[in-house]
């Protein structure tokens, strides 16, 4: 297992102050488990990682693989491998060799590269191209390459920061599954870099939301979603509602004058305000009635769901997602329409 504690990294920026790209991040990542960073462009998430392998000193704090600490390790004896975007694979190696390169660096016998590459392959779904060329693969097959790469060398940890964010949208999906999948079956420790919430939410045993170098929160991608920390961590993990709520007595809440039920009622006592947070998908909308009532400013048709925006008198504009719309018809622009929240699904935040 990985412990961050108290880990800082200042950098001197150009106008001669300094940037604290990550502040005081405390962290425990489990062995065999695949923890995502998760954040937007610059909040820190690079630095974690390059910190982690040992590319970058810490300003300051520790990190422990298992009991020892490795603040003063390089990254060659840190047992660590970086998985990075598809195109690091050599172009002149074919597939067998360039999976065999860091075996042959570290002159092991012919026959042990032999059998390791080839289970690697096999682990990977590369048996057939060993002799290919990467410019004859497609963009996922030299991704899996570049896995493989990592793979064969048995590292105790795989760090990847944004592997598929050259890919196309499908391909990424795609690729997510086969990364996750594979990570599962070798059961190696993994931490995994993206700005993308999907690709977190899809892959992660556990996600580390940041923002601008502090750990916002860290939970399950169900705890993150269910119960986000903050109003950052809302609206970065799926779309969120913010509405003002007043504490009334008896787990419920006062929406502009109307009484909600909520399931989890934080200590607060009747009568504060606070920001509760509604997902749009929990959210009921009928023709003839229900809660509040509204006015569609905007219909947007996915497929999957209609998502709508909705301007109630008082509240202003929430987002409302509809199921099956194909089967349960769209309502229209200037529509009067009823929003009812279900009581589960309203978050107060502290
Ligand atoms: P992310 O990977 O989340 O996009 P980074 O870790 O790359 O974020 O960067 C975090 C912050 O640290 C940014 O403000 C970035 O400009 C700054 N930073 C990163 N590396 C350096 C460096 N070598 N020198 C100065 N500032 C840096
Ligand atoms: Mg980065």
């Known amino acids: 297992s990985i412990r961050i504690v108290g880990l800082n990294k200042l950098f001197s920026s150009p106008d001669g102050g300094t940037v604290a790209a990550v502040k005081d991040v405390n962290l425990e990542i489990g062995a065999g488990k695949l ?137 990424r999906e795609q690729m997510r599954v086969e990364i996750r999948e594979l990570q599962q079956r070798v059961g190696i420790t993994s931490i995994y870099v993206t700005h993308d919430q999907v690709e977190a939410m899809s892959i992660s045993d556990e996600i580390v939301v940041m923002n601008a170098g502090v750990v916002e929160q860290l939970g399950t991608p169900h705890e993150i979603y269910a119960r986000p920390a903050s109003r950052f961590v809302a609206d970065f993990i799926g779309k969120a509602n913010f509405v003002p709520v007043k504490i009334l007595s008896g787990d419920a809440v006062d929406i502009n004058g109307v009484r909600i039920g909520v399931r989890e009622m934080p200590d607060l006592e009747a009568g504060t305000t606070v920001t509760a947070v509604v997902r749009p998908e929990a959210i009921h909308l009928a023709g003839d009635k229900g809660d509040f009532r509204g006015t569609v400013r905007r219909v947007m048709f996915l497929g999957n769901i209609a998502e709508y925006l909705v301007e109630i008198e008082g509240l202003g504009n929430w987002l409302v997602d509809s199921p099956n719309p194909a089967e349960a018809g769209l309502f229209a622009t200037g529509d009067t329409v009823f929003l009812t929240p279900s009581p589960s699904s309203i978050h107060l935040l502290r």
């Open 35 to 171: 923890v995502t960073l998760l954040g937007p462009s610059g909040c820190g998430k690079t630095t974690l990682l390059r910190m982690i392998a040992g590319f970058e000193e810490p300003s300051s704090g520790d990190i422990f693989f298992g009991k020892k600490r490795m603040n003063e390790e390089p990254p060659n004896t840190r047992d660590t491998a970086m998985v990075f975007q598809s195109y690091a694979v050599f172009p002149h190696l074919d597939v067998f060799e360039n999976v065999a390169f860091g075996l042959r660096l570290r002159k092991l016998p012919k026959a042990e590269i032999e059998e390791r590459v080839n289970r690697v392959l096999e682990q990977t779904g590369l048996s057939g191209y060993a002799r290919r060329s990467p410019n004859q693969l497609s963009g996922g097959q030299q991704q899996r390459v570049a896995l493989a790469r990592c793979i064969v060398m048995e590292p105790k940890v795989l760090l990847f920061d944004e592997p598929l964010s050259n890919l196309d949208a499908k391909l």
